[in-house]
């Protein structure tokens, strides 16, 4: 029996971007426009995004590298005001693991023509699998990705 | 102007119960309806728990009298979902809290369960966040201490 452990861990990322809140609000609520930047890096399989972009609706995405151990990202939105906030919780499986539960806050804000977002993650690791350090990478890395997508 | 603030705190208890009974007290609905939901002064409007990972934990009530926070013509709406259930040992739950249908915190927290001795250490972590016109962490887990100090009394009658 895995021995349990239970690690809680807080991060904050903030970004300004050159897009306006409705852009980068709406790279995170329409299903098409997450589509393209929400993912692991570029060389893991990718099965196919799902998005229900609602209170109440869920999101689900899985990858990993070819052969790998595949990550599941399994998502809900509790909150939702157009381009100003979102608020979700979700949870990261390794194949059939659970390794994560996370409260996710982003946060919205004009700048001028542009937007400054402000991601609040407070996250429960569990068991030994993953730790803040980790996920916070992996978070700016996504990040990176979605900048990416609204330069574009 | 959405404005959301954030918060986290932990609460240990010990019962004098073992971790398989301060458990039950959690996955329940008869046993969770008694302390978690039902209170002196409180119109309880609806409660459904169905304790299961991706099931739901909804409730609607009242305050009565009213008080200095919130007036007694507020219906206040909790809805949970169990992410993680170990039995005897931890849940993992997502929670928000509306007043009068608006949205006002949603939290993560863990319920953890650990024998110490004859009963059990728990310990209560939660993560917040908080929207306009939101309680705040204060007076958030004051609410829950006075919760858990329901679920001693609870264990404790349950027990003779």
Known sequence: MTKRSTTHATFVIERDFKAAPAKVFDAFANPQSKAKWFGGPEEWEKSNHKLDFRVGGKESVSGGPPGGTVHHYNAEYWDIVPNERIVSSYEMHMDKTRISVSLASMEFKQNGAGTTFVLTEQGIFLDGYDDAGERERGTRELLDQLETYLNK | ?160
């Open chain 2, 1 to 160: 102007m959405a404005t959301t603030t954030h918060a986290s705190f932990v609460i240990e208890r010990r019962y004098d119960a073992s971790p398989h009974r301060v458990y039950a007290a959690w996955s329940d609905p008869a046993a969770k309806r008694q302390w978690f939901v039902e209170g002196e002064g409180w119109e309880i409007q609806s409660y459904e728990l169905d304790f299961r990972e991706g099931g739901a934990e909804k409730s609607r009530f009242r305050h009565l009298k009213g008080e200095e926070t919130f007036g007694e013509k507020t219906i206040f709406g909790n809805e949970t979902v169990f992410n993680e259930i170990a039995p005897s040992e931890r849940i993992i739950f997502t929670y928000s809290m509306d007043r009068n249908g608006v949205r006002f915190s949603v939290s993560l927290a863990s319920v953890e369960f650990k024998a110490a001795g004859a009963g059990t250490r728990m310990i209560f972590t939660e993560h917040a966040a908080f929207f306009e016109g939101g309680d705040g962490a204060q007076l958030r887990e004051a609410g829950w201490r006075e919760l858990l100090g329901k679920l001693d009394r609870y264990l404790k009658g349950a027990a003779s």
